[in-house]
T-cell receptor, first 110, second 115 residues
Framework: QKEVEQNSGPLSVPEGAIASLNCTYS??????FFWYRQYSGKSPELIMS????GDKEDGRFTAQLNKASQYVSLLIRDSQPSDSATYLC??????????FGTGTSLTVIP | GAVVSQHPSWVICKSGTSVKIECRSL??????MFWYRQFPKQSLMLMAT?????????EQGVEKDKFLINHASLTLSTLTVTSAHPEDSSFYIC???????????FGSGTRLTVV
């Protein structure tokens, strides 16, 4: 499978802080990038999608994409305990399939 | 929004039996459905891609005779785990690509336990 790499964590941040999640990918032809949140025992849910280089903001979430560096990140501002979950990076490959990273476990400490 | 309904949500079966998992797209047509497996504390691993009206494409290392996929209509794809063994116990999730901007929409997942 195409490689999508994330730091497994766990990442712990205090409530109200900024959480930074990173992801790198190997397929240079990838055109679509997604961040999903997954609570334990549940299916992933889409948080953000990004297709162009630069930043994309949606509420407390900001996705950043740098195709030259094959890097995509997710920033969570004003982190809340309810943000505690595993965050999965997904990359749309040139083969029209999507591959997921191993996920980063985030814990927001009240 | 686009919803994929997956059943059952959990199942316990005896070793050697077969289990069928269904995924239905409720308000859209899913020409392509993806099947993933997730072991505890691991990521989603793509098992196969099912296309309506044609044979599924399996990822390397996934036994197509063990994991039978049928996608006979635009709204239904099924995964049958045949002759299940304890090592097949896992969380199975289906998903469909709705529109490029939406990425994937996921079913709720099926937790399979083989005893």
């Amino acid at each position: 499978q195409k490689e999508v790499e994330q730091n497994s964590g766990p990442l712990s941040v205090p409530e109200g802080a900024i959480a930074s999640l990173n992801c790198t990918y190997s397929d240079r032809g990838s055109q679509s990038f997604f961040w999903y949140r997954q609570y334990s025992g549940k299916s992933p849910e889409l948080i953000m999608s990004i297709y162009s280089n630069g930043d994309k903001e949606d509420g407390r979430f900001t996705a950043q994409l740098n195709k030259a560096s094959q890097y995509v990140s997710l920033l969570i501002r004003d982190s809340q305990p309810s943000d505690s979950a595993t965050y999965l990076c997904a990359v749309g490959s040139t083969g029209n399939q999507f591959y997921f990273g191993t996920g980063t476990s985030l814990t927001v400490i009240p | 929004g686009a919803v994929v309904s997956q059943h059952p949500s959990w199942v316990i079966c005896k070793s050697g039996t077969s289990v069928k998992i269904e995924c239905r797209s409720l308000d859209f047509q899913a020409t392509t459905m993806f099947w993933y497996r997730q072991f505890p504390k691991q990521s989603l691993m793509l098992m196969a891609t099912s296309n309506e009206g044609s044979k599924a494409t399996y990822e390397q290392g996934v036994e197509k005779d063990k994991f039978l996929i049928n996608h006979a209509s635009l709204t239904l794809s099924t995964l049958t785990v045949t002759s299940a063994h304890p090592e097949d116990s896992s969380f199975y999730i289906c998903s469909a690509r709705v529109l490029q901007v939406y990425g994937y929409t996921f079913g709720s997942g099926t937790r399979l336990t083989v005893v």
